[in-house]
């Protein structure tokens, strides 16, 4: 069984201030990492994953994500932040081996405030 | 990309009364869906796991009699809560994964239920 932990529940930053948010998991077996962001009364948007290869992954957003096996951690970092990014942002976990079933475990989730 | 409809996005409805909710994938067939809940403030809870053709698969502590899940093709799925009552009041959000091992998961856009 897989678990994740969001270290902080909420993380205050200034606009334009660089930000990150941790995440750290537990499992027995290999994983895909993900992290997605929630804006009020909507549903998930990926972030960004970790499948396989390089482990730092980058979206078209300006996040970054790295993934270290040995700490079992997938950091969320932006360099400089806009009031834009204030949301709910969640780690995910699955299962990559052969009986993948695509079932996510999600992290508790951490709400990024930024102001102005 | 891939996209997965999901309706209504609110639904009031009395206590003691069924609520359909519905999940589709738009762009692409979609074997294995998900059921998530979330309360306010929260994660989201994984309460079942939809595989089309067969019964659902449902995670501990979840009650199957009451939320009452059909994966009747490869593109709908349905979530209905049975005799619903104030406590079942909550935003739930389905997720679909893609066929050909391609392990995309994608969120429709959630739907809020209020039960009075």
């Known amino acids: 069984a897989q678990s994740v932990t969001q270290l902080d529940s909420q993380v205050p930053v200034f606009e334009e201030a660089p930000v990150e948010l941790r995440c750290n998991y537990s499992?027995?077996?290999?994983?895909?990492l993900f992290w997605y962001v929630q804006y009020p009364n909507q549903g998930l948007q990926l972030l960004l994953k970790y499948l396989s290869g390089s482990t730092l992954v980058k979206s078209i957003n300006g996040f970054e994500a790295e993934f270290n096996k040995s700490q079992t951690s997938f950091h969320l970092r932006k360099p400089s932040v806009h009031i834009s990014d204030t949301a709910e942002y969640f780690c995910a976990v699955s299962d990559s081996g052969s009986g993948n079933t695509g079932k996510l475990i999600f992290g508790q989730g951490t709400t990024l405030q930024v102001k102005p | 990309g891939a996209v997965v409809s999901q309706h209504p996005s609110r639904v009031i409805c009395k206590s003691g009364t069924s609520v359909k909710i519905e999940c589709r994938s738009l762009?692409?067939?979609?074997?294995?869906m998900f059921w998530y809940r979330q309360f306010p403030k929260q994660s989201l809870m994984l309460m079942a796991t939809?595989?089309?053709?067969?019964?659902?698969?449902?995670e501990q502590g979840v009650e199957k009699d009451k939320f009452l899940i059909n994966h009747a093709s490869l593109t709908l799925s349905t979530l209905t809560v049975t005799s619903a009552h104030p406590e079942d009041s909550s935003f739930y959000i389905c997720s679909a994964s893609e066929t050909g091992g391609n392990y995309g998961y994608t969120f429709g856009s959630g739907t809020r239920l209020t039960v009075v």
């Open positions: 499992s027995s077996v290999s994983v895909y």
């Open positions: 939809s595989n089309e053709g067969s019964k659902a698969t449902y």
């Open positions: 762009d692409f067939q979609a074997t294995t």
